[in-house]
Structures are given as structure tokens and as C-alpha cells.
């Protein structure tokens, strides 16, 4: 049985947020290679898919105990009932905590009173926190927005999730109408965190360890997501930051070079085809691969290569083939 809860977790609190087609068990385990300490989240998974035992979607949330804790199934959906089942699935399967999406602003998601649609629902977002604490013994957490289109009503909507039994909420700095344009507003996310005793994490263009550290303000901790993407050593340094870490005491995984990278990346591609068989395995790897050469000389080359590679044994052949750089 899992001894994990929010409110005990070091603080700041650092998670990879949970983000679809990224965050899969090789994307986690990279992750916590470079900073251990990081709560790493699944993928966002159906409750009616895992109510009816869906292969895929039961597939997605194998985990490593050993190499992903703590670890966290984020679900979503809208029928409390299916909430209840899926939550017993995730429990016994040995997940450490369950958190609820009311956040994503996705045109399929929302379209189907799932996701952020669940903010203009107060009532059905807190009983679907209730139903799901209910059923298991593991902590539930709720990950939501500042709002559908201002930040007017995310102090009792929160509240609300708080009083059905969420033990940690996690808000991304922007409404639903503004998807992921303009700028995260941490405002009123600090404003939240004056109202409320469970731990509040924010979320919202975290970029950088100077990022994460100018933001965290009265927060428990941040939650970094696309920054990751082809960039995981970014958790390294954002750690470190908010720990005060002295930067000598971390050489083992402080990563300064592209040639310091490979080693990491052809790991990455080794966990993915251990998880997933070489072909799948392969054919998701090449996004994360192009990421991975951003910015380098020859990039566009590279990437060319890379978005056609079959084996691990190719990654590793194009990476050493590049100049010292």
C-alpha cells in the first residue's frame, strides 16, 4: 500500500504535468532519471474506457514502481459512477494518489462536459470528487484552470472540490477561452492559496529554473509541462533551484553538452522499446527525438534522420555521428 500524501511530500513540490501522447512510462522514467525527486503524472485516462477494461487505455497506466514514485493516474470524464470503478482500477494497480482533470480546454474533451466543461458544472465536479475519495483509501487531487473565461469563481469552485475531499489541487494559470494563448496569470492562483489549506500547485510557463523560482511565491509547488519536451534536464535545474541545492553537489546529473545528452536520450529510446516493443516503441520515440536536437548545429539534418529511425541501435549511430559540440 502507497504511504504517499500532498500534505507530507518535501516541499516545493515539483510535478511533470500530465500531458497526452508525452508523459507515457519511458517519458516518466527519464524524468525521474534526472530529478528523482519530481511527482511524475500518466497520461490523461478515460474513466468509461477503464470502467470497461479497455486493453489500450489499461495498457497506459503501467508504471515502474521502482522507478516512477510517486506516481499519479490522472482520469477524466463526467459520470460519477464510472469515476467510482475506474478509481478502484487505479488503486489496485498500486498507483500512489488519483487526480481529476477539469482543466483540459480540448475541443473533444470539452465537447463532452468532460475537462474544463466541469468548471461551468460546480456541483458535478465536487461530486465527482466525493465519489471518488469515497471509494478508495489512496489521496485524490483535481487539476482545473483559473476558469471558463475569468478568474471570478475559482476560490469557491475550489473550495467546493476541497470540501468533497480533494487533497491537493494543481491550477494551470489561464481560462478555458484562452486555451494556451496570452500569459499565465499566477495571481490568482496566490490568492487561492490564501484561502485554502491543501496544497496548491501552479502551472502555467514555467520555462525555466528562473521561471520556477520567480513563480512559486506562496505556492507548494510547481508543475512544469511543455518545457520538458526535448528538454527533460530542465527538471534538473528547476530541483535544484527551488532546493538551493549547491550545483557542484548535482554533477552526476547536471547535463552542460549535447554529447553529455546522448547517453540520456539513447536510454530514453531503450525504456520506450522495453515498454512498448521496438516498432511502437520507435515510431513514438521520433517526435521526442526531433526535440530533442533542437537547437543544435544541423538540426534540420538531423531531424530528417531521425524521424525514420526503426532501432535503437540507428539513434545511437546518427547521435555518435555528430561533431563534438
Same mark, same amino acid.
Given at each position: 500500500?502507497?504511504?504517499?500524501?500532498?500534505?507530507?511530500?518535501?516541499?516545493? %513540490?515539483?510535478?511533470?504535468?500530465?500531458m497526452?501522447?508525452?508523459?507515457d512510462?519511458?517519458?516518466?522514467?527519464?524524468? *525521474?532519471?534526472?530529478a528523482?525527486?519530481?511527482?511524475?503524472?500518466?497520461?490523461?485516462?478515460?474513466?468509461?474506457?477503464?470502467?470497461?477494461? #479497455?486493453?489500450?487505455t489499461?495498457?497506459?497506466m503501467?508504471?515502474d514502481?521502482?522507478?516512477?514514485?510517486?506516481? %499519479?493516474?490522472q %482520469?477524466?470524464?463526467? *459520470?460519477p +459512477?464510472?469515476?467510482?470503478?475506474?478509481?478502484?482500477?487505479v488503486e489496485?494497480?498500486?498507483?500512489?494518489?488519483?487526480?481529476?482533470n477539469?482543466?483540459?480546454?480540448?475541443?473533444?474533451?470539452v465537447?463532452?462536459?468532460?475537462?474544463?466543461?466541469?468548471?461551468?458544472?460546480?456541483?458535478?465536479?465536487?461530486?465527482l470528487?466525493?465519489?471518488?475519495?469515497?471509494?478508495?483509501?489512496?489521496?485524490?487531487? $483535481?487539476? &482545473? !484552470?483559473?476558469?471558463?473565461d475569468?478568474? /471570478?469563481?475559482?476560490?469557491?469552485?475550489?473550495? *467546493?472540490?476541497?470540501?468533497?475531499?480533494?487533497?491537493?489541487l494543481?491550477?494551470?494559470?489561464?481560462?478555458?477561452?484562452?486555451?494556451?494563448?496570452?500569459?499565465?496569470d499566477?495571481e490568482?492562483?496566490?490568492?487561492?492559496k490564501?484561502?485554502?489549506?491543501?496544497?496548491?500547485?501552479?502551472?502555467g510557463d514555467?520555462?525555466?529554473?528562473?521561471d #520556477? $523560482?520567480?513563480?512559486?511565491?506562496?505556492?507548494?509547488?510547481?508543475?512544469?509541462g511543455?518545457?520538458?519536451?526535448?528538454?527533460?534536464?530542465?527538471?534538473? /535545474?528547476?530541483?535544484?533551484a527551488?532546493?538551493?541545492?549547491?550545483?557542484?553537489k548535482?554533477? &552526476? /546529473?547536471?547535463? *552542460?553538452?549535447f554529447?553529455?545528452?546522448?547517453?540520456?536520450?539513447?536510454?530514453?529510446?531503450?525504456f520506450? $522499446?522495453?515498454?512498448?516493443? +521496438?516498432? !511502437?516503441?520507435?515510431? /513514438?520515440?521520433?517526435?521526442?527525438?526531433?526535440?530533442?536536437?533542437k537547437?543544435?548545429?544541423?538540426?534540420?539534418?538531423?531531424?530528417?534522420?531521425?524521424?525514420?529511425?526503426?532501432?535503437?541501435? +540507428? $539513434?545511437?549511430?546518427?547521435?555518435?555521428?555528430?561533431?563534438?559540440l
Amino acid at each position: 500500500m502507497t504511504s504517499f500524501s500532498w500534505s507530507a511530500a518535501p516541499r516545493p %513540490i515539483v510535478c511533470l504535468a500530465p500531458m497526452a501522447g508525452v508523459t507515457d512510462a519511458s517519458f516518466r522514467q527519464i524524468i *525521474k532519471r534526472v530529478a528523482p525527486q519530481v511527482v511524475v503524472y500518466s497520461e490523461f485516462l478515460s474513466t468509461d474506457a477503464l470502467k470497461f477494461g #479497455a486493453k489500450k487505455t489499461l495498457a497506459m497506466m503501467h508504471f515502474d514502481p521502482a522507478l516512477e514514485r510517486p506516481f %499519479i493516474v490522472q %482520469i477524466f470524464g463526467k *459520470k460519477p +459512477e464510472h469515476f467510482v470503478e475506474a478509481a478502484k482500477v487505479v488503486e489496485q494497480m498500486g498507483a500512489d494518489g488519483i487526480d481529476i482533470n477539469m482543466g483540459c480546454p480540448a475541443a473533444r474533451v470539452v465537447s463532452s462536459s468532460h475537462g474544463s466543461a466541469l468548471m461551468k458544472n460546480p456541483e458535478l465536479a465536487a461530486q465527482l470528487v466525493a465519489s471518488t475519495v469515497k471509494a478508495v483509501s489512496i489521496p485524490v487531487s $483535481v487539476k &482545473t !484552470r483559473l476558469g471558463w473565461d475569468s478568474a /471570478e469563481n475559482l476560490i469557491p469552485f475550489c473550495e *467546493k472540490l476541497i470540501e468533497s475531499g480533494a487533497s491537493a489541487l494543481a491550477v494551470h494559470g489561464r481560462t478555458f477561452m484562452q486555451k494556451f494563448h496570452g500569459t499565465a496569470d499566477f495571481e490568482p492562483i496566490y490568492e487561492l492559496k490564501r484561502h485554502v489549506r491543501v496544497p496548491v500547485i501552479g502551472n502555467g510557463d514555467i520555462r525555466s529554473a528562473a521561471d #520556477a $523560482v520567480a513563480k512559486l511565491g506562496n505556492l507548494d509547488g510547481i508543475m512544469v509541462g511543455r518545457a520538458t519536451f526535448g528538454n527533460p534536464w530542465v527538471m534538473t /535545474e528547476i530541483c535544484d533551484a527551488l532546493q538551493r541545492v549547491d550545483s557542484e553537489k548535482m554533477q &552526476t /546529473e547536471h547535463v *552542460k553538452t549535447f554529447a553529455d545528452k546522448i547517453p540520456f536520450i539513447i536510454e530514453h529510446c531503450r525504456f520506450a $522499446v522495453a515498454h512498448k516493443g +521496438e516498432r !511502437r516503441g520507435m515510431l /513514438e520515440m521520433r517526435r521526442h527525438l526531433a526535440s530533442y536536437v533542437k537547437g543544435i548545429p544541423g538540426a534540420a539534418e538531423l531531424r530528417a534522420k531521425l524521424v525514420r529511425v526503426e532501432s535503437v541501435e +540507428e $539513434v545511437e549511430n546518427i547521435l555518435r555521428s555528430i561533431p563534438a559540440l
